[in-house]
């Protein structure tokens, strides 16, 4: 069975994601260290005991996760960080994390990756959040409606869409910002769009977006990020030959 080490799929990942350049609060990059040597890598959204469970019994020796276990810094470790620490590190499971810099790369990040599958072309960064663009925006190939696109992104995400249908009824211009992202709404509606694509659920949208006669849809905030991580176990695979599973540990929001 192929394998890489550790430093070699950190490194790559690194790079690819361009991880040292951009500020976040969560420690992007390797969070625990684990086995040297990779065979198998499990993917998920977030790290959690459970995923780490299904990640030890898939035999994975890292983990990838979009939302980390390390933010901003960490004071102790005690109740539910000895928790996570204390499972990763018997279990000799490295844990990479990826929040921002997947969220916002051109190619495999969560947004982009949706666009893509949506067929949302001709896209250029949107949604500036602390200084640099998230997400994206472009236009559909063929006009379509908030019924069929809420069901599109149903049928690829395995989500359970809301909508907000406060807008245009024919639909081109998409504009994406996975997660929890309803503060970038005013953004949407300076530029336009004819629906736009979140993940979670925000109180504060729903008359904002009224008010705008502007569409809402959200994906869900675990659903709308499994994509990034997903991409990065594909191109894992492709360059170093080693396993990669993806680890779906869900939760309604």
């Not at 550790?6 to 500020?23: E, G, P, S």
């Not at 969560?26 to 260290?33: D, F, K, M, S, T």
């Not at 709308?224 to 990065?232: F, K």
Request: net charge neutral; proline share 3%.
């Amino acid at each position: 069975m192929p394998s890489a080490s550790r430093r070699d799929i950190v490194q790559f990942l690194d790079d690819l994601l361009n991880t040292a350049k951009i500020t976040d609060s969560c420690r992007n990059g390797l969070q625990v260290q684990g086995a040297d040597s990779i065979t198998r890598v499990g993917l998920a959204v977030d790290a959690c005991v459970g995923a780490y469970r299904k990640a030890a019994r898939a035999k994975c020796q890292m983990l990838i996760v979009h939302h980390g276990l390390i933010w901003v810094r960490v004071e102790r470790v005690t109740g539910r960080m000895h928790m996570h620490m204390k499972f990763l590190l018997e279990h000799d499971l490295n844990l990479y994390a990826s929040h921002l810099p997947l969220d916002l790369h051109a190619e495999v990040g969560n947004n982009a990756q949706l666009a893509q599958r949506l067929g949302v072309g001709n896209t250029e960064p949107f949604g500036l959040y602390h200084g640099v663009n998230i997400g994206v925006l472009g236009t559909l190939a063929k006009p379509t409606t908030l019924k069929a696109l809420a069901a599109q992104v149903q049928r690829l995400l395995g989500a359970k869409c809301e909508t907000l249908p406060f807008g245009r009824k024919s639909l081109r211009r998409i504009a994406i910002v996975s997660g929890a992202a309803g503060s970038l709404l005013d953004e949407a509606v300076e530029k336009q769009v004819d629906c736009y694509l979140t993940g979670e659920p925000d109180h504060s949208t729903y008359q904002a977006s009224r008010e705008a006669g502007i569409n809402v849809l959200y994906a869900g905030h675990y659903h709308s990020e499994q994509l990034g991580v997903q991409e990065l176990g594909r191109r894992l695979t492709e360059r170093f030959g080693v396993q990669a599973v993806y680890l779906d540990e869900p939760s309604p929001v």
